[in-house]
């Protein structure tokens, strides 16, 4: 079959369906084919057209029957040279810790026509789904969005420790070893800190404490996936603006209940 097939990579959001794009909506309804992740949530999957194929290749840390990266690209690759339309479907934004460059030069590489819509990215739409801004004047001038994870396994913070405000992705399973890395690297113990467990979704939940203190507080408290962490004074901003939340709930749009 002669290609005439597309890869559009595709931003999810970070979990609540309400904050899907206009954009990637569209892209869903005309998709021939939809390579989603673990972390989109149905609601969303559920605007495909009715005879499009749903691929999953979810991720799981630790999960050896996790869909490699290398087999997702090809079978973006494979999926286009069939001449289809192909919507590679990502959590938050493809190009935020979502390796969607990965399956971008992959695509280049092999000749596959890509495009990217982006998505409402985890790291500024879980904190303030929180209630928690990641700047504020005259608290945070800085917001660094950063991961926990690397290759070689180790936990690095030594550039960004203290910037004003630190948004961290996938720290959840080396909670210690994160917070350990940052009061070495001169962060204070009494930071203000955040845990913000599957953000946005129905089942949301938010832990607080400090630097020195979260990961006591999260002892036989078992959270959903995934996390995020958040760490600085604008975390102590929460429980202010939390104040009006009952007043500002009766004017919510659309609110699932």
């Known amino acids: 079959m002669i290609s005439h097939g597309a890869v559009v990579l595709v931003g999810a959001g970070p979990g609540d369906p309400e904050l899907l794009t206009i954009k990637a909506m569209r892209a869903l309804q005309f998709a021939d084919v939809v390579v989603h992740d673990r972390l989109v949530h149905p609601d969303i999957l559920a605007h495909a057209r009715p005879h499009a194929r749903l691929i999953f290749v979810g991720k799981a840390g630790g999960d050896d029957a996790s869909t490699s990266q290398d087999d997702i690209n090809a079978e973006l690759i494979r999926q286009a040279r069939l001449g289809r339309r192909v919507v590679r479907l990502k959590g938050g934004d493809p190009f935020v810790f979502g390796r969607g460059a990965e399956e971008a030069l992959a695509l280049t590489a092999a000749g596959v026509p890509w495009s990217v819509v982006p998505g409402v990215s985890a790291g500024v739409a879980v904190p303030a789904n929180a209630q928690i801004p990641v700047t504020h004047r005259g608290v945070a001038r800085a917001v660094v969005f950063a991961t926990a994870t690397s290759k070689d396994g180790l936990v690095d913070v030594s550039s960004y420790a203290t910037v004003d405000t630190v948004v961290m992705f996938m720290a959840g399973q080396r909670l210690d070893a994160v917070m350990r890395a940052l009061q070495a690297a001169g962060r204070s113990a009494s930071t203000p800190c955040a845990v913000v467990a599957a953000g946005t979704w129905e089942h949301e939940r938010v832990v607080t404490?400090?630097?020195?203190?979260?990961?006591?507080?999260?002892?036989?408290?078992?959270?959903?996936?995934?996390?995020?962490?958040?760490?600085?004074?604008?975390?102590?901003?929460?429980?202010?603006?939390?104040?009006?939340?009952?007043?500002?709930?009766?004017?919510?749009?659309?609110?699932?209940?």
């Not at 404490?209 to 929460?238: F, H, K, M, N, Y």
């Not at 104040?243 to 004017?251: D, G, M, S, V, W």
């Open 209 to 257: 404490g400090t630097v020195g203190s979260i990961v006591a507080d999260l002892v036989d408290i078992t959270l959903p996936s995934p996390t995020l962490v958040i760490v600085g004074e604008v975390v102590s901003l929460r429980a202010q603006l939390q104040q009006i939340l009952p007043a500002a709930e009766a004017f919510a749009v659309g609110a699932r209940s």
